[in-house]
């Protein structure tokens, strides 16, 4: 493996620019591979080009939205790069997604053009995509199953391209590369516009503070999450390396892949590491290649770390997220357990991060403040919701990330909460408004408050606690119509139904009691 001085990483003015790079320099090296289908980087580039100039057939115009679904592999990673190629900008689309949230999606990113992975992609329901598409006069485009396949049937389309609107031009002029939907405190999902720019900035400093350039990088993020197109993917682009793509995450099979397809970087979700100990048999003798475990998204309990870290050189907290194009903290190589389980470590780049208190005024050492971000990695604003977007961005360049935390005096980031109430669970965000709002649809129901509660396994998970008349509605009526219209990781964990919630004065739901009562019950069981 080369180090960062022996292959200084350029930095270059756009993503598909470091596919020409690498081509030119390693053509036959591997570039990405899934299953037992492989590239190199000659290849992906050829295959890259010919998906672009089938775009361009189909008269994608710059800044015009492309959207994909499928899993994490080949079909998305090159509709990915020729989206780049031909000007546009992608949209990821997760299978898991129900009808309800992809019709959001759509109707708010208003693709040009959807394609789809083929018929062996792990869609949950392919009919929620054709019945969004329908509703909103799109038609999917079928990729074929083999790589061979993708170039050629991406000119099959049923899909009458819009015209480029004022919004595709001033997407195109300020560089955006791919909208991000990322959950509000509102409930509806924000069209966060990430740009070439950001994406660039996210992989390099991540592939110098890695040190790991060229590497093998497992991908088995979801297509629709910044951590997948920006943490994994753009960084092994930018440096070099190949992406080994899992399209689906089962723990016993991840081991396999790791163990053997020579995988040299791991980063992923702490559940996901998790599983491959619990239930995935995960032992060092698998890891002996792997050179660093990243993680983020959320916490990674204290013994797991204790065990990776005898298994693996460098392990890596890392801190980011959607709106800055993926991380902007991580910890360094050889910290030991406190630092990794008690801190993100420190920003990725000088100048990048402050703490500083509500009205922006910086904050002393260890004192509790709101993380704000500014630099090339912030992203452009949200698709069409100005209101937003000043409400993220501030008027000299901040990103207000609402998240509390604090500088300590080695120069590392401790996260010590959020401004909002937003939770993760196995690493995604969840928004209890928007849960909320679904069950409140339910004609039985008068008021619901989704409150979370720690968990060993996702770190924290939901608890709804629903006002009604328990004779009229059951907790499994209540799930069943969760699932109908929540991805699976929304939908709580448990139910409760009772004639009353708890009241603030001011005629709001008392969430810090309902949380302890929820809670005292939990202990108690
Ligand atoms: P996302 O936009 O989906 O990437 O989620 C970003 C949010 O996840 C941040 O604002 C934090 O609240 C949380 N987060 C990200 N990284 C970590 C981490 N390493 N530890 C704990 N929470 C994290």
């Known amino acids: 493996m080369e180090t960062p001085d022996q292959n200084p990483i350029p930095r270059l003015g756009r993503l598909d620019e470091y596919l020409d790079w690498h081509a030119a320099r390693r053509p036959t090296e591997a570039a990405a591979e899934e299953n037992v289908c492989g590239v190199d980087w000659a290849s992906l580039r050829t295959l890259v080009d010919a998906t672009a100039a089938a775009l361009q057939e189909c008269r994608i115009q710059s800044g015009q939205r492309v959207a994909f679904m499928g899993p994490p592999g080949l079909s998305y990673w090159i509709t990915f790069l020729a989206c780049q190629r031909a000007g546009g900008v992608w949209v990821g689309l997760n299978p898991q997604y129900t009808a309800r949230e992809l019709t959001h999606v759509l109707t708010d990113s208003k693709p040009a053009l959807v394609l789809a992975a083929g018929a062996s992609a792990a869609i949950s329901d392919p009919a929620n995509l054709q ?16 790589i061979d396949e993708i170039a050629d049937r991406i000119g099959i389309t049923s899909t009458v391209p819009r015209s480029a609107d004022s919004v595709a031009r001033s997407l195109g002029e300020s560089g955006v590369a791919l909208v991000v939907y990322t959950s509000g405190s509102t409930g509806a999902p924000k069209g966060a516009l990430i740009t070439q720019t950001g994406l660039i900035e996210n992989g390099w400093w991540l592939a110098r503070r890695l040190g790991l350039n060229p590497h093998r990088t497992l991908a088995n993020l979801p297509v ?11 960084t092994a682009l930018i440096s ?14 991840a081991v396999e892949v790791i163990r053997d397809r020579q995988v040299e970087w791991i980063p992923q979700v702490p559940a996901q590491f998790q599983l491959m100990v619990d239930r995935g048999g995960l032992g060092a003798e698998d890891l002996g290649q792997v050179r660093c475990i990243t993680w983020g998204g959320a916490p990674m309990p204290r013994g797991l770390i204790k065990k990776l870290s005898g298994w693996v050189p460098d392990l890596f907290n890392s801190y980011g997220l959607t709106e800055c194009s993926g991380t902007i903290a991580l910890t360094q190589p050889g910290d030991g357990l406190d630092v990794l389980a008690d801190t993100v470590g420190a920003p990725v780049a000088p100048g990048l991060v402050a703490v500083t208190d509500e009205a922006g005024r910086p904050c002393a050492q260890d004192e509790c403040g709101e993380i704000r971000i500014r630099g090339k990695h912030l992203f452009h604003g949200y698709l069409d919701n100005p209101s937003a977007t000043r ?3 501030t008027e000299d360049g901040w990103l207000r990330t609402g998240d509390l935390g604090a500088m300590d005096g080695h120069g590392n980031l401790r996260l010590l909460g959020r401004t909002h ?13 928007e849960i909320e709002s679904v069950i409140e649809d339910l004609p039985e129901v008068s008021l619901c408050a989704v409150v979370s509660v720690p968990d060993d396994l996702w770190q924290e998970v939901g608890v709804a606690v629903v006002q009604a008349d328990p004779s009229r509605v059951s907790p499994q009526d209540i799930e069943t119509h969760c699932r109908q219209f929540l991805a699976r990781y929304k939908v709580p964990k448990r139910f409760v139904v009772r004639n009353e919630l708890p009241l603030l004065p001011v005629g709001k739901v008392d969430k810090s009691r309902l949380t302890d009562e929820v809670q005292k019950i939990d202990d108690a069981t």
């Open 391 to 393: 409400q993220t961005l």
């Open 131 to 146: 019945s969004a598409c329908q509703s909103l006069g799109l038609g999917p485009v079928q990729l074929g199953d083999s």
């Open 421 to 433: 109430e937003m939770f993760k669970s196995g690493g995604y965000n969840v928004y209890p408004r």
């Open 240 to 253: 070099g390396g190949a992406l080994v793509f899992m399209p689906k995450f089962d723990p016993r099979a």
């Open 224 to 234: 629709n999450h910044i951590g997948c197109v920006g943490d994994v993917c753009s």
